[in-house]
């Protein structure tokens, strides 16, 4: 059964308790004092152009499990990239209260901080459980990171991201990672890592090369 919500507001009745409404102050430049002398000057001031709404960014309302987010329908993504069974590596992310917005959504500077966490895990999956950096200075840096928000995330609530590689370089790699909640993607990043050691980027060994081909995906 479809569910019809409306956004405008509904009616307020008047309360029939037999006392009279009393008259509600006037204030602002339409009322009072102060909007008598705005329209008797009203002429004098420059005709400033109308006032225009902001224009639409392509978003659009959409409801999940009875909550509202809001679903950027302006950002390209590629299907695949919204999949989480595309995703071999997984980090379960519980949503913190102090991440929380005004709005009870996670704001944008958390989602980044839970992309660090999953990154970081695999990263050091990469090295193979290695400290970060290794004793004798061998380390992974990041060079970039993007985020693409889809829709919100809500509090309270467990966060899944998805991780797997996009490409594979002498000294670099991408990951590319998406963030799910209550199955539906709310975001997805990119990130690009270089391998260093203690003089600077160097060739990927090896073993970190074959564990990063195993968690290559792609486009069907």
């Known amino acids: 059964m479809q569910t019809t919500i409306s956004l405008q507001e509904e009616p307020r009745e008047k309360a029939d308790d037999g006392l009279a409404e009393e008259p509600r102050a006037q204030t602002g430049l339409r009322g ?3 909007g008598a002398h705005y329209a008797r000057n009203r002429a004098a001031l420059p005709d400033w152009p109308a006032r225009r709404s902001p224009a639409p960014v392509g978003r659009a309302p959409t409801y999940h499990d009875g909550r509202r987010t809001t679903r950027w ?3 390209h993504v590629e299907p695949y990239r919204l999949d ?3 995703y ?3 980090v379960r992310i519980l949503a913190r209260y102090a991440d929380v917005d005004p709005l009870w959504h996670i704001n944008n500077v958390a989602v980044a901080q839970y992309y660090e966490e999953a990154r970081v895990s695999a990263t050091m999956m990469v090295m193979g459980g290695k400290r970060i950096p290794s004793p004798t200075g061998e380390r992974i840096l990041i060079a970039h990171q993007s985020i693409d928000y889809l829709r919100e995330a809500t509090y309270p609530g467990t966060l899944e991201i998805g991780i797997g590689v996009l490409r594979i370089g002498r000294t670099s790699y991408r990951y590319g990672m998406a963030m799910f909640q209550d199955g539906a993607c709310v975001s ?19 073993e970190y090369r074959q564990r990063l081909e195993g ?5 069907p």
């Open 88 to 90: 071999p590596l997984k």
């Open 73 to 75: 329908s302006s950002v």
């Open 32 to 34: 009072g004092k102060l």
């Open 188 to 206: 997805v990043s990119e990130a690009v890592l270089v391998y260093a050691d203690a003089h600077g980027p160097a060739a990927l060994p090896q």
């Open 215 to 219: 968690w290559l995906i792609a486009a």
């Open 84 to 86: 989480p069974d595309r």
